[in-house]
């Protein structure tokens, strides 16, 4: 048996101070630990907000313009050499953001040029339109050869939608341009999330004439693919957009906004037609929409004021009439 030895047990003193180092060390380490909880806390607290913000701002609705206006005044509609003007007048008109021309990115200097812009002017670049004869697979090479060149361009930019449009013939499609026409959108599609970019089906007239044919003909091969409608273009074509908004609705990521006078013709700023953008409003709320809506203003007669007049009038019937 071991006998204890006395000569190793501490002293009076010396317990004393073992047991308050262990103490300080026992506050010290509760301290350390309370400390790092409530920084914990503070950091969660941190993240909980901002992720509350950036979800509340995912959820509102941007209200951009598109510049076809401009365009269609221009020597094969290039927007390039006015861009200047343009950013100038929707910066002036309270427009969130710009979907720009796709041709607009061609110039080897076009992302410098229009980072510059968009700096100066704050306003961000949302995204741009794109298009060409899809239904048709000779041209495929070209369309493609474009859109990878635009495309990266456009996320360097910070854009993150592409309106697209698929052409028209003129007739109705055949179930073998339809097949062409969806093989091609795959393509850009796939290249465009490789960007985080998000291809949505613009439409004209011709794609939702004829109970939607052309529309329904994409829907059926890409069965997943989002929707841009100009809801304009879908009154021209005889469909109601309050009806083709809770029909779609779960594919509906982006708007065209533009309004037209009891006589067909379109108006010269939103708020001067009589498309009911009330109705309209109450349907997108009803669906939760929540992507951009972009103000696609275009003229068949002689503008009678300054084209920024007319966009600051329609950004303020915008968010008087949509809530947005």
């Known amino acids: 048996m071991f006998k204890r030895n006395h000569s190793l047990r501490p002293s009076a003193r010396e317990a004393s101070l073992v047991g308050d180092s262990s103490s300080r060390r026992g506050i010290s380490r509760r301290r350390l630990l309370h400390t790092a909880a409530a920084a914990l806390a503070a950091g969660w607290a941190t993240r909980g907000a901002a992720h509350a913000e950036e979800k509340a701002a995912k959820k509102r609705v941007v209200v951009g313009a598109h510049p076809w206006v401009y365009a269609a005044t221009q020597p094969k509609y290039d927007i390039y050499p006015i861009l200047d003007r343009i950013f100038a007048d929707m910066s002036y008109a309270g427009i969130e953001g710009i979907e720009l021309m796709h041709t607009a990115l061609r110039p080897d200097d076009a992302v410098e040029r229009i980072v510059g812009l968009s700096k100066k002017c704050c306003l961000p670049v949302i995204g741009m339109s794109f298009g060409g004869d899809m ?15 635009v495309i990266p361009r456009l996320a360097k930019l910070g854009g993150y939608t592409l309106g697209t449009s698929v052409g028209a013939t003129g007739k109705l499609k055949t179930p073998e341009q339809l097949d062409a026409q969806a093989d091609i959108l795959r393509k850009i599609i796939a290249l465009g999330n490789r960007h985080g970019v998000v291809l949505n089906l613009h439409n004209h007239t011709y794609e939702v004439e004829h109970n939607l044919h052309d ?6 091969r890409i069965p997943d693919v989002k929707l841009g409608p100009d809801l304009n273009w879908l009154v021209r074509g005889k469909v109601d957009p309050v009806q083709f908004i809770r029909e779609y609705g779960n594919r509906i990521v982006f708007l065209h906004l533009r309004d037209q006078k009891a006589d067909g013709k379109w108006s010269e700023a939103m708020g001067e037609g009589n498309m009911d953008y009330e109705a309209i409003g109450k349907a997108l709320h009803e669906i939760g929409f929540c992507g951009p809506a972009v103000i696609e203003l275009a003229h068949e007669t002689k503008p009678t004021r300054p084209l920024r007049e007319s966009l600051k009038m329609s950004r303020e019937f915008v968010r008087k009439t949509m809530g947005c």
């Not at 048709?136 to 060149?149: G, M, P, W």
């Not at 529309?215 to 059926?220: I, P, S, V």
């Open 135 to 149: 239904w048709n697979r000779s041209k495929h090479a070209e369309i493609l050869e474009d859109a990878e060149l």
């Open 215 to 220: 529309l329904k003909g994409t829907l059926a």
